[in-house]
């Protein structure tokens, strides 16, 4: 690993909350891969949804294939850019660890019950997850996380939470960017749920070529593959237009921050801190990349299929928030221990943390 003075160092960590003794054979990012990657938030993502319900078959994606995926992307992106690929690959395995049952529909519900509780954001969660509530050390609550990983997992929060969270939440109230890294993982995050929501959309049948061919990226990769091939099957086709999609957007990445990093020249980390945006597509492909955003939307997310699911999902939330409101026994007793916070704070972390059955376990045996 070949690494610029822009990248992320371990060794000029801004540290973690309680002080440990260094490892001899890992760096600190390694370690707070390897914490996240033990704790059992990370091994509930395989049973929660990304865009379909997690029992609606075993062949789409759920939040731990897709947060594979996107350590993939961005670890090839932090590499090609010099900049620190351990660190990359432990902001995108933990991206998503404070997602709720049954995606953003999950979310969105569990936003409405605590509405007047303070609200619920998935990314604050997910800081919250690596902070309080993974419970596996005697030391001290959470995984103990350097600043930089979890400065990346705060991918976005509101000015009135930023101003409870101390020096993590700064840069939402100074409008400053957080490390290269963290964006590589943002921008990554993006390529491959547009591009896996269009292999799953494609096999659940909720898409067809003949729309997908409206996008201009689509058509684009899509007729390069009937240029070189002629006798492929509809899935194959699907599987060469979307590795030529993923391709080109990493690509196009690659070299459009690079232009970016040569004009503003950032020499550290704090540089990068106070300077614009610098990962990021061309404009061209920016626009592209939005329109197949857009369009995933409104054939995909918008079908009346996903609908159902998405309102039978909020419903689901619902009741198990009204029901452990009323009767908090529900909630096993080590869970909220030692815990200050309010009991909707309580109830709300103990949902966000079900998977997709054991929420509708949960709630049909209420
Ligand atoms: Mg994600």
């Not at 690494?3 to 260094?22: F, M, N, W």
């Not at 996008?215 to 240029?227: I, M, T, W, Y």
């Amino acid at each position: 690993m070949i690494l610029k003075p822009y990248a992320a160092d371990p060794v000029k960590t801004l540290g973690r909350q309680y002080i440990e003794s260094k490892s001899n054979s890992r760096n600190d990012f390694q370690r707070d891969r390897d914490r996240i990657i033990h704790s059992s938030a990370f091994r509930r993502l395989e049973y929660k949804t990304q865009v379909f319900v997690n029992h609606e078959g075993d062949m789409f994606r759920t939040r731990l294939t897709h947060s594979i995926e996107v350590s993939q992307i961005s670890r090839g992106i932090s590499r090609t850019l010099g900049c620190h690929e351990d660190l990359a690959e432990t902001i995108a395995l933990a991206h998503d660890l404070g997602h709720t049952p049954f995606g953003h529909a999950g979310q969105d519900a569990l936003n409405n019950c605590m509405k007047v509780f303070g609200g619920f954001e998935h990314n604050l969660q997910s800081l919250r997850v690596v902070d309080f509530l993974e419970r596996r050390y005697a030391s001290f609550e959470g995984l103990n996380l350097t600043f930089e990983s979890r400065e990346g997992i705060l991918k976005h929060c509101s000015i009135n939470n930023a101003r409870t969270l101390g020096l993590i939440g700064e840069r939402f109230i100074q409008k400053q960017q957080p490390s290269l890294e963290a964006q590589i993982v943002n921008i990554a995050d993006e390529i491959a749920y547009n591009n896996h929501d269009v292999d799953d959309g494609f096999r659940s049948g909720l898409l067809d070529f003949k729309a997908l061919m409206q996008n201009a990226l689509f058509g684009r990769c899509a007729k390069e593959v009937d240029d070189t091939y002629c006798n492929i099957n509809d899935s194959q086709k699907i599987n060469e237009v979307v590795r030529r999609m993923i391709h080109l957007l990493i690509e196009d990445v690659c070299t459009h921050s690079q232009k970016n990093l040569d004009f503003y020249q950032p020499k550290t980390i704090e540089d990068v801190r106070t300077s614009p945006h610098l990962i990021d597509f061309s404009a061209g492909i920016k626009k592209e990349q939005h329109e197949l955003k857009q369009f995933l939307r409104h054939a995909m997310y918008e079908h009346p299929h996903v609908v159902k699911m998405t309102q039978d999902a909020g419903k689901v939330i619902k009741k198990l928030f009204t029901s452990y409101i009323k009767e908090p026994k529900g909630i096993p007793e080590n869970f909220s221990m030692d815990s200050s916070d309010s009991r909707q704070r309580i109830v709300a972390d103990y949902i966000a943390g079900m998977t997709d059955r054991f929420a509708i376990e949960a709630a049909s045996r209420l």
